[in-house]
């Protein structure tokens, strides 16, 4: 009875390694400490990052003890900022700091502010300036930024009397903080996502753009990394561009579209089976390529088998449609995964709608790291995977 209770606690434990969650290790580093300068931020931050499943925060905490270890600051340069996350071994980073700009200002134009007299009357409240003392317009430029140094450059005096409390009033209605974020993937150092002067509730939309775009970031990683298993299971899977001055060319592993043109995708296996094809847009949106809608509904009938040796295209020939590059451009991932048995999870659990099926996004990181571990527990005679990367540019 006890050895089968020791097997049966070594199976537990073998099962619980193969399916243990995956994440993507990430760190968030405020270069100039403005985080902890605005808790109710921070902690609207922390609570948005910890909504997503597949992402795994290292905390305030150990992120803030590493800075005072390497740099004894928290004012930090944006390279310093790296090295914080490269000790911390994340996968990426959400590097951010704070700007403190002028309200209801053009602040794109950051060199050169314009406020109107009736304007400067308004905010200036507490400061002696009378009318015939202002021009029509008034620079703040970069060596004129606030109401001090109007006052220095002789525009008038501040009145007396006013307490500290009322200049701290005067200063956060004249100001607000503003966030940059900068999401950094910490093995090629590519700028994944940026956001520049966006306001505290503007952040924290940035901040769920950013996680569900790490999310999907995380899953083609995933994807990236399967091995193909050495087996005499063959699929040859290509794409076929059609350029604009409709010529065919053949992209096999990786290569360029441009804007305006279209593409099939031609696959064939030495082996009847199964075959999904996934396509990662570099919008975030995850497409069930195959089988489909439209390849797969014929006779009347919902055929999903694909036969050995037999070519098949999307779209099928002769189809009142084509598929065609559109904004916004980039890099799409095609993982083309052929198993001997069916595989009725993918479109029940996951992908739904009519014609391609879509992911939804909430549910890319899941449905990622439960294929790997599908294809971990099949034979390695019983799967295949190819993979075609697609880069899109913009027309000239």
Excluded at 4 to 17: A, C, F, H
Excluded at 333 to 338: D, G, K, N, P, R
Excluded at 355 to 360: A, E, L, R, S, Y
């Amino acid at each position: 009875m006890k050895s089968i209770l020791k097997y049966i606690l070594i199976i537990t434990i073998i099962s619980l390694n193969l399916y243990s969650r995956e994440r993507m290790l990430i760190a968030t580093v405020d270069l100039d400490h403005s985080l902890r300068a605005n808790e109710p931020f921070r902690k609207e931050l922390v609570r948005t990052i910890n909504r997503f499943a597949y992402l795994k925060q290292k905390t305030s905490i150990s992120v803030d003890r590493e800075k005072k270890k390497l740099f004894s600051t928290n004012e930090l340069t944006f390279e310093q900022g790296l090295t914080v996350a490269s000790n911390l071994k994340v996968k990426a980073v959400i590097i951010m700091d704070s700007e403190r700009v002028l309200k209801n200002t053009n602040n794109n134009n950051k060199n050169n502010i314009t406020i109107n007299s009736n304007e400067i009357n308004t905010i200036l409240s507490n400061y002696n300036i009378t009318n015939y003392m202002l021009s029509n317009d008034i620079k703040l430029t970069n060596d004129i930024k606030d109401l001090g140094d109007l006052i220095e450059y002789g525009i008038g005096k501040k009145t007396e009397g006013i307490d500290k409390a009322s200049e701290e009033k005067s200063d956060q209605e004249l100001y607000e903080m503003r966030y940059n974020f900068k999401v950094i993937d910490m093995e090629t150092k590519n700028v994944l996502k940026e956001y520049e002067l966006k306001s505290n509730y503007e952040s924290i939309s940035a901040i769920q753009e950013i996680c569900n775009y790490l999310e999907f970031y995380f899953s083609k990683s995933i994807l990236n990394n399967i091995e193909s298993p050495i087996n005499g299971i063959y699929i040859n899977t290509r794409i076929e561009r059609i350029t604009l001055e409709n010529k065919t060319n053949i992209i096999y592993d990786s290569g360029e579209i441009i804007e305006g043109e279209t593409f099939t995708i031609n696959f064939r296996s030495n082996n009847e089976g199964y075959l999904y094809i996934f396509a990662f847009q570099n919008d975030g949106n995850v497409i069930l390529m195959h089988p489909n809608d439209f390849n797969n509904y014929f006779d009347d009938e919902y055929h999903n088998k694909i036969e050995a040796r037999k070519n098949y295209i999307i779209p099928p020939e002769n189809s009142k449609f084509n598929i065609k590059i559109r904004p916004p451009f980039g890099e799409d991932s095609f993982y083309c995964v052929y198993t001997k048995k069916e595989q009725d999870w993918i479109a029940g659990e996951y992908f739904s709608g009519d014609g391609f099926k879509i992911c939804n996004k909430n549910k890319i990181a899941e449905f990622t790291s439960k294929l790997k571990s599908k294809l971990k527990f099949m034979n390695n005679d019983n799967w295949q995977i190819s993979k075609i990367y697609l880069q899109s540019i913009k027309e000239k």
